[in-house]
T-cell receptor, first 116, second 116 residues
Framework: EAGVAQSPRYKIIEKRQSVAFWCNPI?????LYWYQQILGQGPKLLIQ????????DSQLPKDRFSAERLKGVDSTLKIQPAKLEDSAVYLC??????????????FGPGTRLTVL | GENVEQHPSTLSVQEGDSAVIKCTYS??????FPWYKQELGKGPQLIID?????GEKKDQRIAVTLNKTAKHFSLHITETQPEDSAVYFC???????????????FGKGTKLSVKP
């Protein structure tokens, strides 16, 4: 079974530029998550989708970050404009999304973003 | 909201020794506690999890214990091997009354080094 795919794996941009990350979840997984992992810390949830609807985006800096999940499959996360503090690894994860159960989250390899 | 503290931040052991990582959580509503292993350049991978109706769970060399009263849980790795070297994260979550899984709140991680 193919895992969660992410691209690009690495990205270097200058501050105030824009950047986009792509995620393809495991086939059949209804729930998709985007996390931000700053060096030396655990992942922090940015946004959670259930199919193509947003479940939780309370920690997404909406003035500069946006995300969409068209057709309930692939997802893109965009940052515009980027700041130095956005340098981090952006992880995508997916899970089956079954109600009333504990759904294992499967993580992709992440995109390492460096903002200069 | 939930807060997860993890100790120690680094742990070095000799091959064959045991390793113990401890986490505490603040929200008594949390009822799901997974542990993830993250190798360099990869996304976190679930290695074991425990739910609040269980006090201990074991899978070969890995075990997790949960003390709901004290709000802490621990990861135990016995007979450590060099390939166990990685960063380990604990996390806490809940299944809310609506039936959907709550957000995973991660600890800051423990870098485990197993010396041959």
């Amino acid at each position: 079974e193919a895992g969660v795919a992410q691209s690009p794996r690495y990205k270097i941009i200058e501050k105030r530029q824009s950047v986009a990350f792509w995620c393809n979840p495991i086939s059949g997984h209804a729930t998709l998550y985007w996390y931000q992992q700053i060096l030396g810390q655990g992942p922090k949830l940015l946004i959670q989708f259930q199919n193509n609807g947003v479940v939780d985006d309370s920690q997404l800096p909406k003035d500069r970050f946006s995300a969409e999940r068209l057709k309930g499959v692939d997802s893109t996360l965009k940052i515009q404009p980027a700041k130095l503090e956005d340098s981090a690894v952006y992880l995508c994860a997916s899970s089956l999304g079954l109600d009333f159960s504990y759904n294992e989250q499967f993580f992709g390899p992440g995109t390492r973003l460096t903002v200069l | 909201g939930e807060n997860v503290e993890q100790h120690p931040s680094t742990l070095s052991v000799q091959e064959g020794d045991s390793a113990v990582i401890k986490c505490t959580y603040s929200d008594s509503a949390s009822n799901y506690f997974p542990w993830y292993k993250q190798e360099l350049g990869k996304g976190p991978q679930l290695i074991i999890d425990i739910r609040s109706n269980v006090g201990e769970k074991k899978d070969q060399r890995i075990a997790v214990t949960l003390n709901k009263t004290a709000k802490h849980f621990s990861l135990h790795i016995t007979e450590t091997q060099p390939e166990d070297s990685a960063v380990y994260f604990c996390a806490a979550s809940d299944v809310n009354y609506g039936g959907s899984q709550g957000n995973l709140i991660f600890g800051k991680g423990t870098k485990l080094s197993v010396k041959p």
